[in-house]
């Protein structure tokens, strides 16, 4: 049967290239792009448009998506508004307002997302819940001292992630955090994800260690684990 | 004589370490959010000369500047910065219910940013102290590799992102010369009183006492973790009261 996917968030490059490698494997694609992102018009897809900032609009994209589809399998989350680092250190002035804009947009965005489409995706098949993110979120391993609102936005969402991991997985979910190569160009900067996104990983039923997926982890694009 | 700045200190941690500060001889830089809270007042009665009272809401970059100004004209010089004021957002996702994310940035906007704002205002206070030290409470609750609740916690959430804003701090300012201090207050006794009138503190929870330590215990502790010298200043690391170490 053909597999559903959600990308939340297909608006800039690295979600294009997410749309297009789903649609490869015979995906059936609903492409949401993210207010301010340029419409998505990719070949096959359906297109949607979500606001980060507001739950009701989250919850109107996984209506439209309902009257297609009576389930969800996977949910990919890519929601990215500090592309470019802030050069600035705490020994500047930081931009608050902007910090909080970010968290909203990087951490709560996917979070409304998710809640919205909670329902299609327990009814689903495939239970699985993706989001790209980056290694700057990682508190055990990133040596910058800049881009307050990147890094501080963005490592919240590991700790939301952790905590639905905690509550989902016994119910058949499985998550994937993908951190995306910073340094890629555009087009390849969601290279890569697909592959980890959509292949199982061992899940021998023997004991609770015994399986790659009763646990969260993220990775980077060349699959090497990244601590929290 | 040394002096401290604490954030939140109207009330339990924050109130028990303004206490352990001056009965140790320091001057105490106590700042205020409750302003109709009068435990601070009381202990201003004990402490005329080393107490002062300074307005501060660390959600608001003008209050912070602002009680730096007062602190720089009474003393000019900081020696060690305690963020201990904490907001814990009143919504964490029920099992089974849908999850209102519309308040989540308000305990992100205190303790994370609340933390920046201190340090960011403070900062110019502390470059001529020997000490230099930037104390901060925190919780394993923001730690993600031992996460362990089932529902989505904005305050969880904020505590992450108060231990990312530290580590990114840390990595500029310890080479500078700069000492860290990341508490864990372990599971901590807290009374809501919030104005005169309220009823003498309980420190239950429904007709139950919730919580391990009491916070004159836990800021007992801190005290001496913040003071003490380290020769190890050189990693951060998440303390707890009992002298535990907890992971990111």
């Known amino acids: 049967m053909e597999k559903t996917v959600v990308i939340a968030g297909a608006g800039d490059p690295a979600g294009a290239r997410l749309a297009k490698d789903f649609l490869k494997k015979g995906y059936k694609v609903f492409a949401a792009c993210l207010t301010g992102q340029k419409p998505c018009q990719i070949e096959g897809a359906q297109p949607l448009e979500i606001d980060p900032l507001s739950q009701d609009s989250a919850d109107r994209a996984a209506a439209a998506v309902r009257e297609q589809c009576r389930t969800v399998d996977m949910l990919v989350l890519n929601y990215d508004c500090c592309p470019v680092r802030d050069a600035k250190s705490i020994l500047d002035h930081p931009d608050y307002d902007g910090m909080i804009h970010a968290y909203e947009y990087n951490s709560i965005g996917p979070l409304r997302a998710i809640e919205a489409f909670l329902p299609l995706l327990k009814e689903g098949e495939g239970k699985r819940i993706c989001a790209v993110t980056s290694s700057a979120a990682s508190n055990n391993c990133t040596r910058d001292f800049t881009d307050f609102p990147g890094h501080v936005s963005k490592a919240p969402l590991n700790m939301a992630m952790n905590q639905l991991f905690n509550g989902l997985r016994p119910e058949g979910f499985t998550f994937r955090m993908y951190c995306k190569d910073p340094e890629a160009a555009p087009d390849r900067a969601g290279e890569f994800a697909v592959e980890y996104f959509t292949r199982n990983r061992s899940n021998e039923p023997e004991s609770y260690k015994h399986s790659d997926e009763n646990r969260l982890v993220m990775r980077d694009w060349m699959g090497i684990e990244i601590p929290w | 004589m040394k002096n401290v700045v604490i954030s939140g200190a109207d009330r339990n941690i924050g109130l028990e370490l303004a206490k352990q500060f001056l009965n140790r001889g320091w001057r105490v830089f106590a700042g205020r959010f409750l302003m109709e809270l009068p435990l601070l007042d009381e202990l201003k009665e004990k402490y005329p ?115 990312m804003a530290l580590r990114l701090m840390f990595n500029q300012l310890q080479p500078m010369g700069y000492t860290f201090r990341l508490y864990h207050p372990g599971w901590v006794r807290s009374a809501r009183v919030e104005k005169p009138g309220d009823p003498v503190p309980t420190f239950e929870v429904d007709g139950k006492l919730m919580g391990k330590f009491w916070p004159w215990e836990t800021a007992a502790s801190a005290a001496e973790q913040f003071i003490e010298d380290r020769d190890w200043e050189d990693r951060l690391v998440l303390i707890d009261n009992e002298g535990a170490a907890w992971p990111f």
């Open chain 2, 49 to 163: 000369e080393a107490l002062s009272i300074v307005p501060m809401d660390v959600s608001k970059e003008e209050s912070v500047l602002a009680a730096a100004e007062q602190v720089a004209k009474e003393a000019g010089r900081v020696d060690m910065l305690i963020h201990n004021a904490a907001g814990f957002g009143d919504h964490s996702g029920q099992k089974g219910e849908r999850t209102d994310y519309s308040t989540f940035a308000v305990p992100y906007n205190i303790n994370a940013l609340g933390a920046m704002r201190l340090v960011n205002g403070f900062l110019p206070l502390m470059k001529d102290s020997d000490i230099k030290r930037l104390c901060f409470v925190s919780s394993e609750a923001g730690v993600v590799s031992v996460a362990h609740r089932t529902e989505v916690s904005s305050y969880c959430m904020s505590k992450t992102a108060l231990n």
